[in-house]
């Protein structure tokens, strides 16, 4: 029983870090209609920059400075990269930062090299908040927490009690009208993708020292984001909420628990076969949940997709 | 007409790759294509190997004098970008440039595609045979089903490896609660079947209380599987994660409370010891084919040292390299010749001392190099060499002389 | 009814298959691929020469989607892979269990098992073409990869599964030992998968195909069902690419989880779009181009995965026709017999850019040495020049390479423009 | 045979809360030429999207010769013979004129989903096809690419797709929109001649076309037809001039 409370807790702090990625890249594409494919790598770049810093200065201004950053590289790349690609369309736009993710890839190599950074929590965060079972429940999680929320909470304020706000909101419902209203667009989508990646690069800062900071951690990431929105709905930042929670909590019960296919297929009325060795399926009575976790999320995103392309609360589709 | 400007392109590119192919066979050394991923993800392992290579020829048999009476070995480094495709085409490559001698270790999936591939080529191609130097694959199928005369493996194969790591943990009596966990392939699945199988017989006072496998390379957050290793009560935890997998399952084991002891294979340089630093202390465990500390000699220091002065960013952190260097000049030698069958006859039950202490010998049934195995401890204490340039490095624990010296091998030898 | 009469009738109506014109280009394409073995003998020259046939014959596949039909995929690579695993399993079976099939048949079931897959998994992905489309075929790669590890009494684990392409039936003499004989069987079968595929898009399918790429809508007006369409197109394009999947499995005796991930998808998206999608010659010089880079490229820099990200970058932002469109540019100016006035604005350029290009690459890989090469090996070797890479004077000369050449391009671009505007109109400007 | 050509009853369509089109019933006869008119915002494309298929129906039935075609795809109701323009160029753009022109022939002509057959080597197709450019005179920019047309040439391509499949119910919406008057002359030439014989729906906002073309005109005014008639009559009609021929003459 206290388990799941532990589960709980920490599907929490998943799914908030994903929602970190998510929201940004949401934002991005309601606003642009680009499905940023190297968002993952901004918040690689994120993890990386807060690295440098910390060994000068230490975390805190790494947590100050490193999105601030990434959100400028960010920017950058829409100022001088996506502007250029958008007039040929959708396809090569995501052409484009697929590649971006990439030449990212590359370039932090080049940097960094290959090795794992030795990048730590700040020791003031390094002690156990509270234990529940002999669980340790650290305090950096917490603070993961309170900072996810954070965010969610400034974003929630900036959108609906803001005039900025109004007007991203006016682009989630009705992308092209916004364009008629006078706004300088170039100068908003450069805004909200500056922003959007840098969301991303507070979320790299804050999980480098937890999930680790090295060249692949962007790969790993990268498809899941996609797959949260696309299940939350494309342009809905409460579906990126709830779909973000939704996959942390699929995959932190998938792995805390080991139930076998096997007893599953048993108890809806399958017979096990006598001699697994000779069964073309011996590998699907003896997989475990905890063991397709991952891919779990994957198989969500094609049901759905199938069975609603717009995703569970999206209005648009794409 | 668009067609013919793509031929003449495709034909001066075809002009660049032919002159690759054939520029590169000069000099008279002894070549050793070294085929291991020197880009991508898998890089620093790769990048390391070959430096570790690359210094153990030069300073082992290049500076007494080579062999043959004279003769210089060199090693050629090759990226496969650890993909099994790759790494055939490199094969390839490698034999037209005249080497004979292929040294790979990343990845038994890379090493099963290349003792297919060498076995097949070396039918087919009687007068340009080679051999397969595997200094790191431990997949134990390698030396035992998948056996083959061309295949020599220099690292203590995974089974061999769990029978060692096993007799030490048995000696801790307190230990009787033994938690299982690996990455979802042929690797974690071969060490999770080597460890139930060796604690069932030696352990009877302990139980398994967890045996499952993650999918590899995919999992970002171990947190769950920490927490069910601390509610099954376990106080001894067995892996064979590597990279990233073995700092993000070891991270989230430590932090969420665990303070027992964590065998793994892989768990030490390539950033994972600095990563890991204060925190590891006490708590991982790795079994190695050799130790650093505390040295055994002079020989290890000065040998460390120098490498160190040379390549400071990396480690001498696969101890058998100088092993298979050492044993393959021998053979060599004894050979009388480069010709790839004529050293695999001499290389076949060869017993040379090594570096590292002990003796290795290569087993004449399965090809498979006997050694002493150590365990060793993440620490910061009575350091003499240190990895990846923190404090931290391995200390010896435990040695078992000769591993697996008679252990049983379903191989079935075909000699040419 | 009575113009479908009439439509038929007119197909039987004789007329030459295809003109010596059209021919042409097919011929000297023959010839070349017969006469390539003479000239590149080695086998690891044979292994890359089989290695490209085979990318072009995906590529080609994957253009069918991508260029022919404007559906991106991220994960084509399942429908090579899985044809490519059926064929060794074939294989086998023709190994140990006795199974009659000369091996020169495989690839067509490798064809036939691509086509299966496709068909089951472009029942549901076709509905919607887009980014719809792209998250399926993503999320389905992702699955199929993934199980591939799992399920290893088919996918072998991350091992794979191998074979013995010899111990098939020998076909006119041949076992298929040597690199040559699968030369010319790989080479036979591109030939067969590229005519098929030039073909089919010069059929109505082929050609209402582009009609949807181009615009859905108007295409459901004119009778076709877009879902139907991108249906077929879909499965057409799962067909080629088992069969390179086959031609794969023939090659290179082993099929991995490699085949089948993302990073296979994402080099095919990679191959074709930097040849061109637009043109069915684009994705032979993309696979090509980029067969090159790679084994080229990466026996003599590390960073080679870096210049090939950063040219893909800057091919989608500069040339979205790819290399292929970046020549074909250059007909309307041929055809207007202008191209002469280009002549000398290129010839000026040329110096410039060379060096432009050539020093940045080598800024990068002195940068790349400084910081990464072991301590006391200072020296580098960079287009047989050697020097020391933590020297200030080769970095001085670099970076002023880089700045001049830099500079002189910026200031000749104009020039360029302007004889590349009057080189594109029949008329002299005022 | 008696059964006419499109026939409307108590259709009815809602988007959300608003209803916009409230209830028609309308029968347009084998051969007629049928002018629908009404001021912005009356419903007039979205009258053709539903009887296209392009938009579920709400309520109420679409027949085309008798059958019930309402909420079929659209591919479906052009294969029983209706074909249709838009109001916004819908053309392909990347292909050539030629090939946008063959596009519209395929399904017709039986080529259906064929991968066996050659499209160059139809010689009947390829006939067929410059026959219709001979039509909407374009065969000199046979060869050109559609996106590079001038606006004018676009619509007459256009209007050469939508007639090509030889469909015997053809509709049009605003075919002159933003054309000059010698290029409307011009279109209003090209619709009569290429609709000979064929039933014909339009809606148009040209007066002078509409008088010129039509043989009856019906007024849809929010929703609701207010007249539907000869063009004397529906000229003559009270209502009409109120509602939209008063309003018409002050937007002049």
Known sequence: MELIFVNILDGLVTGLLLFMLCSGLTLIFSMMGVLNFAHASFYMLGAYFGYEISTFVGFWPGLIFAPILVGIAGALVERYGLRRVHQYGHVPELIFTFGLALLIEEIIQFFWGKNIMAYDEPDILNFVAFSIAGNAFPAYKVFMIFVAMGIFLVLLYILTRTRVG????????????????????????????????????????????????????????????????????????????????????????????????????????????????????????????????????????????????????????? | ????????????????????????????????????????????????????????????????????????????????????????????????????????????????????????????????????LNYAAVDPALTNDKCNFWHFRFDANADIKMDAMIDVIAKDKAIDKVYIIGQDYSFGKAVAAAAVRNIEAKMPHAKIVGNELHPIGKVKDFTPYARKIIASGANAVITGNWGSDMLGLGKAVIKAGYTGPIYTYYAASSGITKAFGAAGKGVIRVVSEGTL????????????????????????????????????????????????????????????DSIWGGKVKMRKVDHQAIQNVYILAHTDENMTHALDNSPYGLLTENTVVDAGMDSPTSCKMKRP | MNTTTKATASQRSATPLISLPQLAPWLIAILFLLLLPVIFNSGSALTIMNQMAIT???????????????????????????????????????????????????????????????????????????????????????????????????????????????????????????????????AIWLVISAAAMYLFSRTPIGRIANAVRDNEERAEFLGYSQRYVRMISFCASGFFAGIAGGLFAINFEILTEENLNLGTSGVILLVTFLGGVGFFIGPIVGAVVFTLLQTVLSQYTEIWQLYLGALFVATVMFFPAGLTGLLAMHIQPFKLGKSSLLLRPYMRMLVPILVC?????????????????????????????????????????????????????????????????????????? | MSAPAIELRGLKKSFGLAEIIRGLDLKIEKGERHAIIGPNGAGKST???????????????????????????????????????????????????????????????????????????QHHLTERTEEILE??????????????????????????????????????????????HSETDHIVDLIRDVTEGKTLVMVEHDMGVIFDLADKISVLVYGEFIASDTPEKVRANAKVQEAYLGAASEED
């Open chain 2, 1 to 132: 007409m668009k067609k013919v400007t793509g031929m003449i392109l495709g034909s001066v590119m075809a002009g660049v790759l032919g002159f690759t192919a054939t520029a590169a066979i000069a000099a008279d050394n002894i070549k050793i294509a070294f085929i291991d991923p020197l880009s991508g993800p898998f890089a620093t392992t790769g990048t390391n190997g070959l430096a570790e290579w690359k210094f153990a020829v030069e300073n082992l048999v290049n500076v007494k004098g080579g062999v043959l009476g004279g003769t210089k070995l060199e090693v050629i480094g090759f990226d496969n970008k650890i993909s099994p495709k790759e790494s055939l085409i490199q094969l390839q490559v490698a034999i037209d440039q005249g080497i004979r001698f292929i040294a790979q270790g990343n990845s038994s999936g890379v090493a099963n595609a290349l003792t297919g591939a060498i076995k097949k080529h070396n039918k087919r191609n009687p007068d340009k045979q080679v051999i397969f």
């Open chain 3, 357 to 430: 290009f050539l020093s940045i690459a080598a800024l990068l890989e002195t940068a790349f040495h400084a910081r990464h090469a072991p301590i006391g090996e200072n020296e580098m070797n960079l287009f047989g020049i050697v020097f020391d890479s933590h020297g200030v004077l080769p970095w001085v000369v670099i970076v002023v390479l880089v700045l001049g050449s830099g500079f002189l391009v910026k200031r000749l671009a104009p020039e360029l423009k302007e004889a590349w505007d009057d080189a594109n109109y029949l008329e002299p400007r005022s």
């Open chain 4, 135 to 180: 039509k909407i005179k374009m065969t000199e920019r046979r060869d050109d690419i559609a996106g590079v047309l001038t606006y004018a040439e676009q619509r007459a391509l256009e209007i050469g797709i939508t007639i090509a499949g030889g469909a015997d119910i053809i509709m049009l919406d605003e075919p002159t929109a933003g054309m000059s």
């Open chain 3, 56 to 186: 072009i014959v995906f590529a080609l596949a994957y253009n069918m989607l991508l260029g022919q039909a404007g559906m991106l995929s991220f994960g084509h690579a399942v429908y090579m892979g899985l044809g490519g695993f059926f064929c060794v399993h074939l294989m086998n079976m023709v190994e140990f269990d006795g199974l009659w099939l000369p091996l020169p048949l495989l690839p067509l079931f490798g064809g036939f098992f691509g086509l299966i897959f496709a068909i089951i998994i472009g029942s549901f992905s076709t509905r919607r073409a887009g980014t719809v489309f792209a998250m399926i075929s993503l999320g389905v790669g992702e699955l199929i990869a993934a199980s591939s590890i799992i399920i290893v009494a088919f996918f072998g684990g991350e091992e794979g599964i191998s074979a013995d392409r010899t111990m098939g039936p020998e076909t006119f003499g041949f076992d298929f030992a040597s690199q040559l004989e699968v030369y010319y069987l790989t």
């Open chain 4, 47 to 121: 009258l053709f999207n539903l009887i296209t298929g392009r938009f579920h129906v709400t309520e109420g039935t679409i027949s085309m010769h008798g059958e019930r075609i309402e909420n079929l795809k659209p591919y479906q109701i052009n294969r029983r013979g209706l074909s249709r323009s838009f109001q916004i160029t819908n053309i392909f753009p990347k292909m050539t004129v030629f090939e946008n022109i063959r596009c519209g022939l395929l399904w017709t002509m039986g080529y259906k989903y064929s991968f066996w057959t050659l499209v160059s080597r």
């Open chain 1, 166 to 318: 109004l007007i991203i909101q006016a682009a989630l419902s009705y992308p092209n009208t916004v364009q008629n209203l006078g706004h300088n667009v170039p100068l908003v989508f450069m805004g909200v993708f500056g922003v959007g990646t840098a969301l991303a690069g507070v979320a790299g800062v804050i999980a480098g020292p937890v999930l680790g900071t090295f060249p692949g951690m962007a790969v790993v990431l990268g498809s899941i984001v996609f797959v949260t929105i696309v299940i939350g709905g494309l342009g809905s930042l409460w579906g990126a909420l709830i779909a973000s929670l939704l996959i942390g909590w699929l995959q932190t019960f998938a792995a805390s628990y080991n139930i076998v296919i096997g007893d599953v297929l048993v108890s809806i009325g399958f017979t096990r076969p006598e001699n697994l060795d000779d069964s073309a399926l011996r590998d699907l009575w003896t997989l475990t949940v905890s063991q397709i976790g991952p891919i779990l999320p994957f198989l969500l995103m094609v049901l759905v997709l199938a069975i609603r392309p717009q995703g569970l609360f999206g209005k648009r589709e794409s």
């Open chain 2, 293 to 352: 500390n505390p040295p055994i000699s002079d020989r290890v220091t000065t040998y460390v040292n120098a490498f160190k002065a040379k390549y400071p960013n990396n480690n001498v952190s696969q101890l058998r390299i100088a092993n298979t260097v050492e044993m393959l000049a021998k053979a060599i030698d004894k050979a009388g010749s480069t010709e790839a069958i004529k050293v695999a006859y001499a290389l076949e039950g060869m017993e040379i």
